[in-house]
C-alpha cells in the first residue's frame, strides 16, 4: 500500500518541523484492517535525570514524553497501550516511527498497518495520537576503525524526528523517552547527526535476554542492528527490557462482548488472533516499564562488557553488572498488571471521550 501516502505523510511532517530547538512477522495483517472496517461499519545511571525522582525503578516513568519505535504493527500491544495511556493522562505520546525490517515488509506496508491502530484509535474517541511517520532505517555499519563516529550515518527520517522532538518536549528531569520494539538504527543514528541528542533522551527498548551474570543485546531485536546496539549502549541513558510475559492474556475473549462497541475495541479483538505466534517478545513492554512503574519488578545497573563488542557480531555487546553503568536491565515483571490496566481503560467510557 501507499508509497504515495507515505510519501506525503513525511513531506507533511517535513513541511511542519519548527526551525529551531523524525519484519514481516505476518503476511495477513490486511486481513485484519479488513475485519477491523467491518467491525467498526513474569512480566540504575550517572546522568541526573531530575530533583522529583522517578515513580519507579528507572530513571524515567508516567511523566516523561515518549515517542514509540517500531516496525510492524499487528504482533503486540505496543501501540494500543500507548495510545491508551497517552488518550487518559499518562506518559504523553508525542511521535510514532514505522521502520523497514529484515523479515521482508517495506516501510510503506508497515506504515499502512500503524495507520490501521491510528484511524482506530481516532474513530474511538482517543485524545493525543500523532501521525505516524515512515524511517527507512537500514542497518549501520561498523567502520574499519571501530569508532563510533567514524560511522556513516543514514540521516533517516526517524533520527531527524527523534532529534526535533528531543529538543521540543525534554524538560530537565524529564527527558524524551524513546521506546522501542524494533531495532535500535534510528536511535543511534540519531546519535551520530547529533550527539548532543543524547542528554535529552532515554532509550528503552523491549530487547535481549539475561542470564545469570548479566545480559545480551542479541534477540528479540537487538540482532537486527548490532553497531546500532553499541552505540546506544555507550552513548545514552539506556533503559534494556528483557523481561516478557504472555501478551495473549491481556485481552481474553471471553471479556471482549463486555467492552464498549467502537472501531479501536473492535480493531484490538480482530489482532488477538494474530498474537499467538509472537510470545514472548511482547514489544510493549518497552511502554510499560516506562508508563506503568509498578510493571517492573527486578531491574540492575549494568554496563558493555569489556571485549564484548567484535567486527561482523550479530548480535550486540553483552552487558555486565555495575552499580555505576548508565544501562538499565529490566529482568522481572508483573505480568498481570498490564491485563488488569488494559481491561481498565477500555471499559472506562472516559477512556472514549463518552
Not at 550517572?46 to 530513571?59: A, E, N
Not at 518536549?169 to 547529533?194: C, E, H, K, N, Q
Not at 537487538?222 to 533503559?239: C, H
Request: net charge neutral.
Amino acid at each position: 500500500m501507499a508509497r504515495r501516502q507515505q510519501a506525503r505523510t513525511n513531506a507533511a511532517w517535513h513541511a511542519s518541523r519548527s526551525p529551531s530547538p523524525v519484519r514481516s512477522r505476518r503476511a495477513g495483517w490486511p486481513l485484519l484492517a479488513a475485519a477491523v472496517g467491518l467491525m467498526s461499519g513474569g512480566c540504575s545511571a550517572t546522568y541526573d535525570v531530575g530533583s522529583t525522582g522517578s515513580h519507579g525503578p528507572l530513571p524515567v516513568d508516567e511523566r516523561n514524553p515518549v515517542v514509540i519505535v517500531n516496525d510492524f504493527a499487528f504482533d503486540n500491544w505496543q501501540g494500543e497501550y500507548a495510545m491508551l495511556l497517552s488518550s487518559t493522562g499518562g506518559q504523553k505520546l508525542v511521535g510514532i516511527v514505522v521502520d523497514w525490517n529484515t523479515f521482508g515488509n517495506d516501510v510503506s506496508t508497515n506504515l499502512a498497518a500503524w495507520r490501521v491502530t491510528v484511524t482506530a484509535a481516532r474513530a474511538s474517541g482517543l485524545k493525543n495520537i500523532p501521525d505516524p511517520i515512515a524511517s527507512m532505517a537500514t542497518p549501520l555499519v561498523r567502520p574499519s576503525d571501530g569508532n563510533i563516529l567514524s560511522t556513516a550515518p543514514n540521516r533517516s527520517d526517524g533520527a531527524l524526528f527523534i532529534i526535533e522532538m528531543s529538543k521540543r518536549f525534554s524538560l530537565p528531569g524529564r527527558p524524551l523517552v524513546v521506546a522501542t520494539g524494533a531495532a535500535l538504527t534510528d536511535i543511534a543514528d540519531a546519535y551520530l547527526v547529533d550527539p548532543t541528542v543524547r542528554d535529552r533522551v532515554v532509550v528503552v527498548a523491549s530487547l535481549g535476554s539475561t542470564d545469570g551474570s548479566g545480559a545480551s543485546m542479541g534477540s528479540p531485536n537487538g540482532d537486527l542492528d548490532p553497531w546500532a546496539d553499541v552505540i546506544v549502549a555507550e552513548q545514552f541513558r539506556y533503559v534494556q527490557v528483557s523481561a516478557f510475559y504472555d501478551q495473549t492474556a491481556d485481552l481474553p475473549a471471553s471479556r471482549v462482548s463486555d467492552l464498549p462497541a467502537n472501531p479501536f475495541v473492535a480493531h484490538m479483538a480482530a489482532k488477538r488472533s494474530g498474537l499467538n505466534g509472537w510470545q514472548p517478545a511482547s514489544d510493549q513492554v518497552s511502554v510499560l516499564a516506562a508508563g506503568l512503574p509498578k510493571f517492573v519488578t527486578s531491574s540492575e545497573r549494568m554496563r558493555v562488557a569489556a571485549g564484548s563488542v567484535g567486527a561482523g557480531s550479530n548480535n550486540g555487546p553483552e552487558l555486565t553488572p555495575d552499580p555505576q553503568g548508565s544501562i538499565w536491565v529490566v529482568s522481572g515483571c508483573e505480568g498481570s498488571l498490564p491485563g488488569q490496566r488494559l481491561l481498565d481503560l477500555l471499559s472506562e467510557p472516559k477512556t472514549f471521550g463518552l
